[in-house]
């Protein structure tokens, strides 16, 4: 994979597939915007990065609004120049809020997950095609295996699974607008990884059994290297002829079946 020397990268979220998404296209020469919600998160990925002597700023922000979305990418092209690269991370799970089985869903679990997950979506693409629109850009969106391959009951959370799948929709029809601008906008959708998201996956012995099977290339879950990887390589020019891909990187899990 060549270099990113030159360009500039916006990455969403400060931890797990973000945080190794933003080492990755940093060890590899790109100056790299990291944004994301959580202050001591965003600044101790920064000082990592700066340490290594990448070009980095960290940026606070809320990704479900517009304004603060849009001064995000004002604040990274006035640093850097304007974003070649966006990967649209952020996100987590709604079990906070009460995401489970539809039927026994209440409606803030449901608009709480899908603001959580859906909404950062639009508004990180909206800002980043009309930055790269004319120009072009890779646009790399975090969707999740849960959006395509269910599996009840130990993952069985709606809200979240309909908010993945609305990122896969977006970035269909986002990749059909924006090809002929010379943006490319793809899919990956991890399956459980090794992130601080998956606490409760890690902490669960049952759920270690099952992701032995069911992720059996690496006999449970997968790293967030292994997404950041494929990530990488959609952002580079090695990729300039693939847009509109949903692509999994999920250990077998889509192929596997686990009783």
Known sequence: MGSFQGKTALVT??????????????????????VGIDVDEVAALTAELTITGASVLGHVTDLRSLEETDAAFAACTDRFGRPDIVV????????????????????????????LNATP????????VTAMKGRGGSIVVVSSVLAISPAPPLFE?????????????????????????????????????NTPMAARAADDPEIQDYLARKQPLTGGMIEAD????LIAFLASDDARAITGQLIAVDGGWSVSQAT
Request: glycine share 10%; charged share 15%; with cysteine.
């Open 13 to 34: 979220g400060s931890s797990g597939i973000a945080a190794a998404t933003a080492r990755r296209l940093a060890e590899r020469g790109a100056a790299v915007c990291v």
């Open 88 to 115: 649209a991370v952020a996100g987590g799970s709604g079990r906070r809020f009460g995401d489970g089985p539809i039927d026994t869903m209440i409606e803030e679990a449901w608009q709480e997950t899908l603001d």
């Open 121 to 128: 979506v639009m508004t990180t693409t909206r800002a980043a």
């Open 157 to 193: 959370t709606h809200a979240y699974a309909a908010a993945k799948g609305a990122a896969l929709t977006l970035v269909k029809s986002l990749a059909a607008s924006y090809a002929p601008h010379g943006v490319r906008i793809n899919a990956v959708l991890p399956a459980v990884t």
């Open 226 to 229: 292994d997404v950041a990887a």
